[in-house]
């Protein structure tokens, strides 16, 4: 199987999305926060079909991060609207809309099958046997390039919980949430090969290698 | 009162030490390789009496950091011999010998109140006021210069639950530890600005200032 390589937001306590999230709230209290750094560069912006935005040490990153990956592996609630429990219809639209910022095939984590759904360079396809199975069709569809793991939350510490991870990308925000959803929840020891340090005006980008599967 | 700094290693899933804490495991399983990076430098060594080791970026930040507090609060155990249960001795010695690193004026947070202990440069004096009263102290003691907290970790917690900390620099060691002492336990929400990050091979030094007090 190709690289497993995952990016992700988090606060300097650890959390990839605050207390109480709700419909308010998807990403819980304070949790939007997280991902200022992302929202403000121009390749986000540029990849959600959005004007303007900086073109700065982020902004390099995170084109890079977009164009990396072959094909992506999401969980369903990140599919229909984010990570909370407020998208339970498990035949919800993609909440990303008709042109996705992901361009790369998307298989979906699921325990309800339903036909491929095709979005310009997007594709979802679901997949009910699991987080595995799903990393499985997607290296197949990444040919030479890595898989990333988009999110939600829990099939990021799914992941990591297994150790199906090669790299892992941290963006360390500088902010306490207090409380919320925690990133390495479960996790089990692992002694990790320090890659990569970006350092921005407003959060820390810090790239690891694990031992792999 | 003058600024309030803490330095502290961490693992990237936000322990200070590992599970399991024991005479065996003094800083818990794992814990001892949160510190790999600084034991192995120059600095680290001549503070402590030895010869050798390494001259690197982390020598010089550890330099910096000896020399940067005038006064330094800890707790009671770490002050006779870490931060685990065993050393529950109220009269023990200090464990850091007769020639400390601290060099400056060290207040021992502690329940038994006792005569003031001189070694060398370092002097131990013991405050049963708690925490914010031995910070009064020490920034008298200090004069223009801030005060470090050196630790143990309820210490380091009890000054972020409490919102004390002007200053707070993590070494972010590239291990998961998978348990063990949360070092942001029980902290409150709060915006952080960083300050400064320190890119070395083997651990990530990023620093922070609070709001402050």
Sequence with gaps: MGRLILDI???????VAGPNQSSEHPLGEGGEQLHEWAFATRAWRESHGLEGGEDNVDSALVADLLAGAGATV???RMFSGGDGP???DPNADA????DPPFDVPVFVVTHHARETVDKGKTSYTFVTGGLEA??????????DKPVAIAGGASLV????????LDELEIHVAPFLLGGGVRLFEGAPPAALELVRVVDAPNV???KYRTGGK
């Design 204 to 206: 820390t980008h810090i």
């Design 95 to 98: 909440w990303w809309g008709d």
């Design 86 to 88: 407020w998208s339970d």
């Design 157 to 164: 510490q799914q992941s990591l919980q297994a150790g199906l």
């Design 74 to 76: 999401m969980g369903r």
């Design 9 to 15: 937001s988090l606060s300097l306590d650890g959390f």
């Design 134 to 143: 799903a990393l499985a069709q997607a290296a197949e569809a990444a040919g």
